[in-house]
Every structure is written in C-alpha cells, then in structure tokens.
C-alpha cells in the first residue's frame, strides 16, 4: 500500500486484479448495463489511484474502495435522474443472459412468471430509497459484513440492519405472489 | 397463492428484522439462539425463512463473463491508469526542480508587481484606454478627415445651446462691468 501511495502504478495494478471484478459487479448491480458498469469502476479505480494518499489505513482498503464505487455509482444514478433497471433480456452485449430469477424452469409460463418477477424485483429497488438498497446490494449481492457495511456506508451497524430489513421487507412484499 | 399471502403477511412480526438478520448470518449468539428457539414452534416464520431462501440467492447471483472480458478490462485500467499518472507527472515533477519555497516568493513577486503597476502606472493606462477609443472609431470614417471634421461639427450642434448660455452668461457680465 505504501507503493501504491507513492504513486507507483505497478503495485496499484496488483489491487486492480484484486478487486476489478468485485468492483465491476457493484456497478452493475447498480446500473443494470455492463458499459455502464465498465466505465464506472473503472472511473473508481482512477480515482483510488489519484486519492490513495488520503487512505489513512484505518479501514480496510476494499472497505474504503468500496466506498469510492458506490459514492460513483450514486452519483452516477442521481445524474441520470434514474437507473436503467432494464430487463435482464434487454442486456445484449454478447454475455450470457443473468440466470437469476429467470432461470427456474423451462416451461414458457414459468419463464414468463419468473421474467415478471425479475421486473418486479428490478421495480422494486429502482424505487427504494439509495441507502436501503446499497445496504442490501452490498449484503446481498457482494456478501459484505454488516459491520463492513456499515464502514462503507459511514453509519451504525444497527441503522444498517434497519435498511436491509426494509429492503427485504419492500422485495418480500412485491415478490408475494411469486414466492 | 391466497393462504400464501395470509401466511406471508401473519408472519411474526417481532422477529421479522431479526430473521432477516438471521437469514444472512448476522446478529449475537444471543440473538441466533433466540430466533432458533422461536424457528422451532412457529411455521410461519419457518415459512419466511423458507421464502428467503428461495428468492434471495437468484436474485444475487452474477453474471459470469469471458475471461478476455476481464483481459480487456484490466488493459484499459492500466492504460488509463499511465495516462493519469503522465497527466499528474509533468506538473509535479516542475515543484521539486525549483523547491518548496518558491511557490510563495512567486506568489509574493506577482502581487508585488501588480501593485506597484496599479500605483505608477495609471497615467500609461489612461492614454492607452484614448488610443483603444480611437481604435474603436470605424475605419471609413478614419479614412477621410473630411467625414471626421462632419461628425465633429455635429458634436458642436448639439453643443451649440450650452455654448449660447455661456454667451449670454458672458454678456452679462460684460454688461454688469460695464455699468
């Protein structure tokens, strides 16, 4: 880290490889686009680099770093006024389609039930208040502590497990019928 | 669909938070012990565990890309990364060539040199705003006297009633000399 303060890229590129994927799933669960997410975490990295000096040590770096992204991510999403929740479906940059809530049965009306539930899940946290779905994004989907969480997100531990248990209360309510 | 929905939304209240909590593994060994003792006698909250179980793991699971996807990532980082650091290297590589103290006896000079401008130099100031004056005047005009000697008698019309009162004023004290 010291290396990497003093401004040496070979040492940063070492964190990069660490953390890029990590980096680049944050940003998608965000924006739901994988240029989007591309550029975003990327832009993170740029940034950690150019701030590096200014992490103290006193977290972790991945906390701090992820900090960096979802403070990116936020911007980003206020920026655009809203977030492209598009349909998993609608992702067509060569990736294979997300097996999520789709990838439950083969039968058409399964699939068309479980595509309904994605867009109604995908609804549901577009329309979540930012900090209720970063705090579950980063438990759900990156499987952070709720203590790293809370770090990520300066806040408390206990004003975290409120935003999850709302956020999987809001998704439990608009999924009732599919569940 | 319709029992499910009574079942879901009867779902013990008091320990919804914590069966979120519970769910993702978090929470005192206290609180885990609890929670398992209600999980024994109540079916419903069993049942919301079981939901749970079902709808958040699909809905965080990632999508796996190519590994050249990760490949071509990492280059742009890296590219981008040695453009930011040439970009930040010519302009400081200048501070340490002339030293630390410089910056502020620069700072000094330039405020020197613009105050001792503003106070000798307001003389030069004003010729140079006459000749922008002049400057101003369009060249069809400058380019034959005769037009300029025209607009110059049009000054004097419109001056000529200012001229008369002076006139009148010096009559007057011709005349009061006079007597």
């Known amino acids: ?179 | 669909m319709s029992e499910r929905r009574i079942a879901l939304e009867n779902a013990c209240a008091e320990f919804e938070a914590d069966l979120v909590l519970h769910y993702y593994g978090e929470g005192q060994e206290a609180e885990r012990r609890r929670v398992e003792s209600h999980l024994e006698t109540c079916q419903r909250c069993v049942r919301f565990m079981d939901d749970l179980d079902g709808l958040l793991p699909r809905m965080s699971k990632t999508t796996e890309l190519p590994q050249n996807f990760w490949d071509n990532y990492y280059r742009e980082v890296v590219h981008k990364l040695n453009q930011e650091r040439e970009g930040i290297s010519w302009w400081r590589s200048l501070i340490p060539s002339f030293g630390g103290w410089t910056i502020p006896a620069f700072g000094t000079a330039v405020v020197v040199v613009l105050a001792v401008a503003l106070v000798f130099g307001k003389g030069d100031w004003s010729v140079r705003s006459n000749a922008t004056q002049q400057e101003n005047i369009p060249q069809e005009i400058l380019s034959d006297s005769g037009r300029l000697e025209f607009f110059g008698s049009l000054d004097l019309l419109e001056s000529l009633p200012t001229l008369e009162n002076m006139d009148g004023s010096r009559l007057e004290s011709s005349e009061v000399r006079s007597l």
């Open chain 1, 1 to 179: 880290m010291a290396f990497c303060q003093r401004g040496e890229t070979k040492y940063f590129e070492i964190l990069v490889r660490r953390y890029m994927e990590k980096a680049f799933h944050i940003a998608l669960n965000f924006t739901r686009n994988t240029e989007e997410a591309k550029d975003l975490s990327q832009d993170a990295f740029l940034r950690a680099f150019t701030r590096i000096k200014q992490f103290d040590g006193r977290s972790g770096f991945y906390t701090w770093f992820y900090r960096l992204v979802v403070n990116i991510c936020l911007d980003f999403t206020r920026r655009k006024n809203k977030i492209s929740w598009e349909p998993l479906d609608a992702i067509s940059d060569g990736a294979p389609e997300r097996p999520e809530l789709t990838d439950v049965s083969s039968l058409p009306e399964d699939v068309t039930m479980a595509r309904e539930a994605k867009r109604r899940a995908d609804r549901t946290l577009e329309t979540m208040p930012n900090k209720q779905r970063t705090a579950f994004l980063l438990r759900n989907h990156q499987g952070l502590s709720i203590a790293d969480i809370a770090k990520v997100m300066k806040t408390t531990e206990a004003t975290v497990r409120v935003y999850l248990h709302r956020a999987v209360s809001a998704l439990r309510q608009s999924l009732l019928e599919f569940v």
